[in-house]
């Protein structure tokens, strides 16, 4: 299936209602578990109505089945591996071929060293696993890298005051996405958790939850992340972005992806100095294909660093976003930790046929191409259910002409 978008003339003012956070949504569905809630009561909404990687994650604390599928989801995969290390039972839990092949070997390392059993199924260092669940961890002290998913932290982070030593975390080397830890240690304070950074490397965190609030006042913000994609729209179409009307929408948000707003302010400045627009995406790597497509739809040229987590995504994003781009005639040049364009642009080849690699952000970065191109369709367009099931719907309100092609 394929999508074709065509743009308007003009973009119609519009209110839109952004989905909620995955990065909160997710930690308060394992924090809610660990603590005795039901997970569905904090979301208030139907799963049905819920983006894949949220739903998926619920499920999983809903059920207790053996073999537990998360799809495509590597939150539920490094969260859901760590909770099922601490709840009792044997389960395995698998997912995707694309899933199979991220590694996963740090955080099942980690858990074996704090005394939880985790075996291989296949491949070493890689899902599926089988996990012997004990509610009785000892926890202690560990050391591990801070440069690797800060997924594998989180996880570790949440499961801490469960284990009967807590957990004290030193991270070593160059740490990335730290923000996404601060999401973490703030949520889990709010469930009575006694977590605290003795330094910018070390992660104390105590045993036992104290949680005595009513699960009405933990709030899932809307996604900062999925924003990004109308603030990227208004960019090309040169409107301010307050044609959108992004409701509960959190400026002083926990997200770390709330530089998004910062970042395009600092473009725009950018733009009027006719030099290459650089940034460091290392605190928020799930913006750079929105970003990038920008600059290129703009003709800014761009230098992009701290990307070397990129090519363990969904799909390997240096190399898709090179690929799609191409098309355009845009050629950019990567190593494994950047992104760059010099500004100068070959023979297009139109019309444009956008691959998605399984990957929700490469649909919803070049979706908005089409106001620059006039036309682009984007195969399986499907793949944004993954984090913003409405996208397409959105993109309806505001103007633009869809048409699904067999």
């Known amino acids: 299936m394929k999508l074709r978008i065509t743009a308007p003339q003009t973009l119609k003012q519009c209110t839109i209602e952004l ?236 997200q770390g992806d709330k530089v998004c707003d910062s970042i395009f302010h600092l473009f725009h400045k950018q733009q009027t100095k006719h030099e290459p627009f650089e940034y460091n995406f290392e605190n928020c790597p799930d913006l750079v294909q929105t970003l990038v497509v920008t600059c290129c739809m703009n003709a800014v040229p761009f230098y992009f660093s701290g990307l070397r987590t990129l090519r363990i995504k969904e799909t390997d994003r240096i190399s898709a976003l090179q690929t799609e781009l191409a098309k355009m005639g845009f050629e950019l040049q990567a190593t494994d930790d950047s992104l760059s364009w010099d500004g100068t642009q070959t023979t297009q080849q139109s019309p444009f046929s956008i691959a998605t690699y399984h990957d929700h952000r490469m649909a919803m970065a070049f979706a908005p191409c089409a106001l620059r191109l006039g036309e682009i369709t984007i195969d399986d367009p499907d793949v944004v259910s993954k984090s913003y099931p409405t996208y397409w719907s959105d993109l309806e309100k505001i103007g633009f002409q869809l048409c699904y092609i067999s």
């Open 19 to 254: 989905p909620p956070s995955k990065s909160i949504a997710n930690r308060v569905l394992i924090l809610s578990a660990l603590n005795g809630v039901e997970p569905t009561r904090v979301l208030r909404q139907p799963l049905t109505d819920l983006c894949d990687d949220i739903r998926v994650v619920a499920e999983m604390l809903q059920r207790d089945d053996d073999i537990v599928n998360v799809c495509a989801a590597g939150t539920a995969m490094r969260f859901g591996t760590a909770y099922l290390a601490v709840t009792d039972g044997i389960r395995t839990i698998t997912g995707t071929q694309r899933l199979q092949e991220r590694p996963i070997g740090i955080l099942v390392d980690a858990l074996r060293t704090l005394g939880a059993t985790i075996e291989y199924i296949g491949k070493e260092g890689f899902p599926p696993l089988r996990i012997t669940g004990n509610q009785e961890l000892q926890g202690g002290g560990l050391t591990m890298n801070g440069g690797v998913s800060s997924q594998f932290i989180s996880a570790l982070l949440m499961i801490g005051p469960t284990m009967q030593k807590g957990l004290t975390l030193k991270l070593e080397g160059q740490l990335v996405s730290t923000p996404y830890l601060y999401i973490t240690t703030e949520l889990m304070r709010q469930y009575g958790a006694k977590v605290e950074w003795i330094d910018e490397r070390t992660i104390n965190v105590e045993h036992g939850y104290n949680y005595n609030r009513s699960e009405s006042t933990i709030t899932i913000e809307a996604d900062w992340t999925a924003a990004s994609y109308w603030y990227e729209m208004a960019s090309i179409a040169n409107l301010q972005l307050s044609v959108f009307h992004l409701q509960s929408l959190v400026y002083d948000s926990i």
